[in-house]
């Protein structure tokens, strides 16, 4: 049987790789990329690994910069949603690939399509960015840490 309680609290077990990730996230969203696109890709990656305690974090701090609640609530069909700009949609395109390692095709076409939008240092970020979020998310669900009830 599955229950929702933490297993162990990983963050005080392990407080320099804890301190260390955190330090990692701080960098990635003071990145080029500018925070929206951080978050939009942090929100959209948690989706994929089903993440509850992130993507109501990233959900929350995209309410915080003033994205519109209807764009968010689309981001799972971002293929279909007119929200979305080329560039955030070259992003998300590129975090859907490489978080669905080893079922995707991030191909040398997916590449260059990712390039058309973004300079080889946004590549290098964004790379880093899907990176970050996907050990989050993997510490997250694994561990079962809880969203928290009340903010």
Known sequence: MTTHAPRVPYYQLAP????ALLALSAT???SSLGVKLVDLVLLRVSQINGCAYCIDMHWRDLIKHDVDARHLNALAGWREAPFF???ERAALR????I???PNSDASDEEFARLREHFSDTEIAEL???IATINAWNLLNVGFR???PEKV
């Open 145 to 147: 840490n809880p969203v």
């Open 127 to 129: 790379g880093f960015t």
């Open 85 to 87: 700009s080329e560039r």
């Open 16 to 19: 320099k790789s804890f301190q």
């Open 94 to 97: 590129w975090a859907e690939l």
């Open 99 to 101: 978080t669905a390692t």
């Open 28 to 30: 990635v969203h003071a």
